[in-house]
């Protein structure tokens, strides 16, 4: 097997580790390891979704990178509209840059001497680097706000279309790798930076204690670089006070991603959460398809197609499946997390910029007949042990809630919604995965299936319900 | 220090297991160990919050022994007006043998032969063995049920009194051990068997896909008695057809608690989840103590006084806190599971008779001040590695919900409330016991601490926060 390595075409802007990934020899172990042990899911039976072999039929893989510049990113929404940076064929590799949407909370720590990440925050008084930020209207004639009006506000990298994926297909989706971007400044080299803000949007916001009553407060958090320490520790956090853009528009709360924070403005708190080590759990908030639906998409509700999902189990050695929806699939990948609890209850998670390597496979309607990824029409998500569904309040808001759904989606949704939904969802699997009857299933999910909160912070808000494969290997003995 | 061993004194139907444990010199290492253990918790500091000392002031600790009869339950119901079987003072151990309500699902093997089990579910045309079940109406006069309408229905043990026990203190119910009763029939010697029952207040029950719809079903399952085992099985199910009691009643839907099913009746399904191994986390679901708001309680909504929280995690190695209500605090339990999910979506878990050993220490109200303890209105939960709070629709509905409090509950529960709940009372853990702003505690709680459902099916539903200890070890390193 060949291993060829590809940097995406306009990848001019690339800094940092080297594309040519499988030329370092540890590397190619790696990847050879991985689709060693990919071929090896094969003999786990109906404790296993994945079918290697399609990947292993070809003789040449191929390996691309993508940085995340102001060229390669759509910043706030999904687009069946947007050209691909790269098509890929199924089984190949794709290293892929994300930056944060919370990296100019801390521009000294997250963006400075990053020309990467310099370029998609460049923003002066005649010129940003990524002008549209959200699925708005591009002339801010709703709110003001800005161009796309932050409706929608992940920097997302991509798409990667896939090489005759269409709607009806299954695209997995295997994370290899995940690891945090090093901090650009020297001053602070060998660390990594993420932000956590407690927004307008959190659960928590209209229903606090102390004084002054709204308000919002962002959390700078050191991360590990280097993968010795298994946590991350918190450095200061800082009372949002209106900040104004260098357009000159005042932004009293958090309502455009990416504004420039005033450090002069804001009073840093340090020594908060002095004794606390939040344990790192590296995960993509979102990885997903286009939806066809509509042509510019908010990126916050997560739908069937995936996005927003915000589960931190969608980190390294997790795979997604995804139903493809438009031709091509289209992946895009955003919004890094060092850290998130289940619920994100205050708006965000550690948001902080991550390199992940992907492989995706491509499940052809034809092929699935009669096996575990027939029928799928909600993102998947395998673990080394567990299988997961996602539930939504909508788990299709864009058809379920009709024209005004990107907007309608942020007043219906409700934990209990979908909570239903997980439920659907869970005793779908079942019945279709494992082969189950229904009343099978729904003893089943009542004595031995776990459901947790993923968020309910992201307007179409989400449950997930937990099966271990453990459950599946035999009930003699 | 000495070990006394007392029996209840009406144990005069007690079999089976002796009920001088200290006498085996194994359970005495036992017992010993456990307080060694338990003075070691002292060094946790901020990660503890027990204070064994309390128990270990006394030179003499004795440990008494509660079966399971029906001189000795309480059917459905919490009371304050019940006479405790025992006092014990802080420090003492109390083993208690529960027995679950659904045993009659399958008398040949969860009830015949074990003659505390048979005199609880006695019935015959003129008497039964326990004649209230439930907190409804002795004469039945509100739907025709039977004494006590099944309005509650667990098989509660108790209730034991801690001497000295005020309102305003804290009662710390540690879980020392906890194992299943063996059948007592000798066709299945060696083993032990539950019930799971997908019931009509169960979340999918007005949701299926298959007909007939909508229709109750119990599975029964085997659970391993000897402990080798970490996984129990199904054996088979059957659809609940009308049933009539020994007093003429008929009984269409499971709305009464331990009436007799006629298997010559139903449909037995034989080789049901057959690869399937449910993983045992064997629990309580109710462990309580008497709340002050009525005299007569429905033991199926839990609240500020726990009661059916039913939490998988609160087996052995367990602690949990409950803020005591009424003097001698009345404590309780029953419902034992043989394993749950989280939100025990059906309606039950694996109903399965436990028995377990408990340590009671009180924290006098005078004690608390400056302790992590001070201000606990809610019932808390530790384990080794992890604090829990319990989140309700309602936090203590009999106040929230007024005088039709226990009608009530049933309609106004949602999945939002008690996120909403386990919020407030997970923020006010961590400003309290950890001694976090509430800036700090809200960012910790979006980045370090997982949000789940206990249970979707108990009237006043519930929501579990999760906070791992090893956050507080210290930031820096």
Known sequence: MANHSHTFPRSDTLQGESPA?????????FIQGTIASSAALGHLGAASLA???TALQRSTISHYHVPATDQTVHWGYFSKSLKPLVEVESGDFVTIETVT?????????MI???????????????????????????DASLFGRGAGEGLGVHICTGPVAITGAEPGDILEVRILDLKPRPCANPTYKGKSFGSNAAAWWGFHYNDMLEEPKPREVITIYEVDTTGERDWARALYNFRWVPQTDPFGVVHKTIDYPGVPVDHSKVQENWGVLKKVRIPIRPHFGVLGVAPQEADIVDSIPPSYTGGNIDNWRIGKGATM???????????????????????????????CSLTGTFQFILHKQATLKGTALESLTYPL????????????????????????????????SSVDLALRDAFRKMRHFLMTTQGLSEDEAVSLMSVGVDF????????NWG?????????FTGGES
Request: overall charge negative; some cysteine.
């Open 321 to 351: 499946y995804y139903p493809v929806a438009v031709p091509g699939a289209l992946f895009s990948a955003g919004d890094p997390h060092a850290s998130q609890g289940d619920s994100e209850l205050c708006g965000t998670a550690i948001e």
């Open 51 to 53: 079918y290697a072999q």
């Open 452 to 459: 947790g909160v993923t968020q309910v912070v992201d307007g």
């Open 381 to 412: 998500l395998e673990t080394q042990t567990e299988f997961l569904v996602h539930g939504f309040s909508f788990p299709n808001y864009l058809a379920d809630l009709g024209p005004s759904a990107q907007s309608d989606i942020y007043k219906k």
């Open 463 to 471: 449950m997930h319900a937990i099966v271990k494969k453990s459950l």
């Open 112 to 138: 400075k001497g990053d020309p990467s990440v310099e370029s998609i925050y460049y923003w002066d008084q005649t010129r940003k680097g990524v002008n549209r930020r959200g699925a708005g209207p591009i």
């Open 21 to 29: 990934l499988p030329e370092d020899p540890s590397r190619r172990r």
């Open 101 to 109: 949407h919370h990296a100019y909370d801390d521009y000294e720590r």
